[in-house]
């Protein structure tokens, strides 16, 4: 990943260091071409900061949004789904959710972030941790979890202030479609928020155009669409 910006016209990306959680963090930056905009949180699948993940903050940039993916492992990225099964479960909800509130921090202090409060987006674990952020952290206003998986029960979201929209396969074996409707209840009842979950027909991890095995082309295209509308709407 680079740490020069593109050039004229394009999002300028660069990595970045920052404090979070007691320690350094690390993470990718990716500016719009005009400089500025509302902030974004990208949040990693369990493989890690991968060019993935990267090119999704880039993709935000591009759409006119601040986005910083930060990286929750500290550097490392899983290279088969053993190792990234280990390192999610290596990495406590509790402390996921401290460095995300760090990272949230770093966002809205920069110059470049027109916004008061932030959007979230996040896939597999990071869809997990999109909505355990939201539920504790009321700078959070717009969360986005593309196949969000939770793990154990279902979290407090008493203090949730953030509208949701969830992208989830229906072939995902992973996230059964009921499970959902348990979530949605959970949510409306603690908050009246009702979240807008949609499903699309294709397998978990369908947005990940890097593992053509699940890429879902016009999934990921809707998806997409209806989620930078959604921030633009939620952050302005």
Known sequence: MSETPRSTGAPAHQNVTFPSGGTTAHGYLALPPSGQGPGVIVIQEWWGLTDHI???????????????????????????????????????????????????????????????????????????FVLYQAAVDPRVRAAVPFYGVIQGEIPDF????AQILGHYGERDAAIPVDSLDTLSAAIQQQ????????????????????????????????????TVDFLRTQLG
Request: charged share 20%; hydrophobic share 40%; glycine share 12%.
């Open 158 to 161: 008493s203090g949730l202030k």
């Open 54 to 128: 990267a090119d999704v903050a880039d993709r935000l940039a591009a759409e006119g949004f601040v986005a910083l993916a930060p990286d929750l492992y500290g550097g490392n990225v899983a290279h088969d789904s053993t190792e990234a099964f280990r390192m999610m479960k290596d990495l406590p909800v509790s402390r996921g959710v401290e460095l995300l509130s760090g990272a949230v921090d770093h966002l809205l202090a920069l110059d470049e972030v027109t916004s008061e409060s932030v959007g979230s987006v996040g896939f597999c674990m990071g869809g997990g």
């Open 191 to 226: 908050t009246g928020i009702t979240p807008d979950f949609r499903l699309y027909p294709a397998d978990h991890a369908f947005f990940n155009d890097g593992r053509p095995e699940v890429h879902d082309p016009e999934s990921s295209a809707l998806a997409w669409g209806s």
